[in-house]
């Protein structure tokens, strides 16, 4: 019970972030790493490009190098948080995400089998790896993956998308002017912690699809400041 009490805080602290404060402790700050996410919260600037009203309610299929990166701000603190689409098992892909806080940097690896972005049913973890703030890496697979197999879930729910029939709305973000966002709410859930929100999102953008997100229960906001359709390297 101790093990799988550690791996379930590890992989809230490792995929949300926020955990730490909403539980009241954490880690400590790390001088070098606030400075370095103050200054490029700082260069952000407004947004440059455009793009227009979506014509189709399907987000984008899954492809390798695809990623996005957002910057998530809670108690008027910021931090970053990358997607990545880094490779290919058969019709599973590796989903990495890369979470940058004051307190540390993780590195999480999802195997996802998902082929129905509208059914969270569907959704198959066959892996995951993960990387802590101080650089050790763990593996999960096996009766240990199947265990947690509830939790990882709620990690990538934010994959399954039902756009169709929701109204519509523009969203300005550093990564650019979204005309005609599909605007939802979002309710997840890592282990004892729940969240809703207010999300716009919009085809052009890759994975979720996720332009802004607006906390309704936390005061935090998530928006997006860059995404690519290729380039994305694992970092595991």
């Not at 539980?23 to 947004?47: M, Q, T």
């Not at 880094?86 to 979470?99: K, L, N, R």
């Amino acid at each position: 019970m101790r093990a799988m009490r550690h791996l379930q805080v590890m992989l809230i602290a490792v995929l949300v972030g926020g955990a730490a404060a909403v539980a009241g402790c954490g880690p400590s700050i790390d001088p070098a790493l606030k400075a370095d996410i103050d200054r490029r919260n700082s260069a952000l600037g407004p947004p440059a490009q455009s793009f227009p009203t979506p014509t189709e309610f399907a987000p984008k299929p899954l492809q390798v190098g695809q990623w996005t990166q957002h910057r998530i701000v809670r108690d008027k603190e910021p931090s970053f948080l990358t997607y990545k689409v880094v490779g290919q098992i058969s019709d599973a892909f590796w989903v990495e995400s890369v979470f940058e806080s004051y307190t540390g940097r993780t590195v999480t690896k999802i195997l996802l089998a998902l082929p129905n972005r509208m059914d969270p049913n569907s959704i198959e973890i066959r892996g995951v790896v993960m990387k802590d703030r101080n650089g050790h890496v763990n593996s999960f697979d096996g009766p240990m993956l199947q265990m947690m197999q509830g939790m990882y879930r709620g990690t990538v729910a934010n994959l399954i998308v039902t756009w169709q029939g929701q109204p519509q709305e523009d969203a300005a973000v550093p990564a650019g002017k979204f005309t005609g966002c599909y605007k939802t709410r979002t309710d997840a859930q890592w282990g004892p912690w729940k969240t809703a929100s207010t999300t716009w999102s919009h085809p052009s953008v890759p994975l979720s699809g996720m332009v802004r997100s607006e906390g309704i229960d936390h005061p935090s906001t998530m928006e997006l400041i860059a995404f690519g359709l290729t380039g994305a390297v694992s970092e595991l």
